[in-house]
């Protein structure tokens, strides 16, 4: 799978110019392949596999076709979207792709993660996902998990907390960052007929991405919270 850039080719015809690049795949690996051109890449990813082992083999989504082009897609056919999302996103009422993109940013981003808001726009015909392959320096990182089951004390939530702390610092470390502050959220099921919502946050000065100091400002914050 690749991604790239037509816009900057000023193409006349993209549609032409991705069946002769089709043909020329074709003819020198012996390779089929879909490739669908849109003005985003969740966009282009739902033409590539529309037109997915059906001739011609390209679908062209055009930016006033975005709405009629994916109108009856379901949201878990969207690249991006899992199963568990998919499901929670049906619990509103969300299970064509019209429904998710008529909904507010505000109400997708207090209900869900940013990423559902990108692929929103995205949807929507708007660019949020760069081509670059590099990984960006995050300004932030969000370490999130759904429980498999209930979790009732103090110390289950921990248990489950080390792992995701861990797995921050890690992920500041690779990117040679250090953590200012650190904020903790949880939230009872969705699906609770008394959902709730906590959260605190530590700060730390100066910054760090030591495992043990943000081990023991986790421990602090779940304390207050719980």
């Given at each position: 799978?690749?991604f ?9 015809d ?5 069946l ?6 074709a003819r020198?690996i012996?390779l089929p392949v879909?490739?669908?051109a849109a003005?985003s890449?969740?966009?282009?990813k739902?033409?590539s ?12 989504i055009r ?6 082009a994916?109108a009856?897609?379901p ?16 619990s ?6 019209p429904?998710?993109t ?13 990423r559902?808001v ?5 949807l929507?015909?708007?660019k949020?996902?760069p081509l670059?392959?590099q ?10 998990r759904?429980s498999?089951g209930p ?5 289950e ?8 702390i ?9 990117h040679?960052l ?10 009872t099921?969705y699906?609770s007929s008394q959902?709730?919502?906590a959260?605190?946050r530590a700060?730390f000065?100066?910054?760090?991405d030591d495992?043990l100091?943000c081990l023991r400002a986790?421990?602090q914050i779940?304390?207050?919270?719980f």
């Amino acid at each position: 799978e690749a991604f790239f850039n037509l816009s900057i080719a000023s193409l006349t015809d993209p549609a032409a110019h991705c069946l002769a690049l089709r043909r020329t795949i074709a003819r020198r690996i012996g390779l089929p392949v879909s490739i669908g051109a849109a003005p985003s890449k969740t966009l282009a990813k739902a033409a590539s596999e529309m037109t997915k082992g059906k001739e011609p083999g390209v679908r062209l989504i055009r930016p006033e076709e975005t709405a009629c082009a994916v109108a009856s897609m379901p949201v878990e056919r969207v690249w991006g979207i899992g199963k568990r999302t998919a499901r929670k996103m049906l619990s509103f009422g969300i299970r064509l792709v019209p429904q998710l993109t008529a909904r507010p940013n505000g109400w997708l981003k207090g209900h869900f993660s940013i990423r559902e808001v990108q692929i929103a726009d995205e949807l929507r015909g708007l660019k949020r996902f760069p081509l670059s392959s590099q990984e960006e320096t995050p300004q932030s990182i969000q370490v999130t998990r759904t429980s498999a089951g209930p979790l009732r004390t103090e110390d289950e939530l921990w248990d489950g907390l080390i792992r995701h702390i861990l797995g921050g610092t890690a992920r500041l470390r690779r990117h040679h960052l250090a953590a200012g502050r650190m904020e903790l959220f949880i939230r009872t099921s969705y699906f609770s007929s008394q959902s709730r919502f906590a959260s605190s946050r530590a700060s730390f000065s100066p910054p760090t991405d030591d495992d043990l100091a943000c081990l023991r400002a986790g421990r602090q914050i779940l304390s207050r919270v719980f």
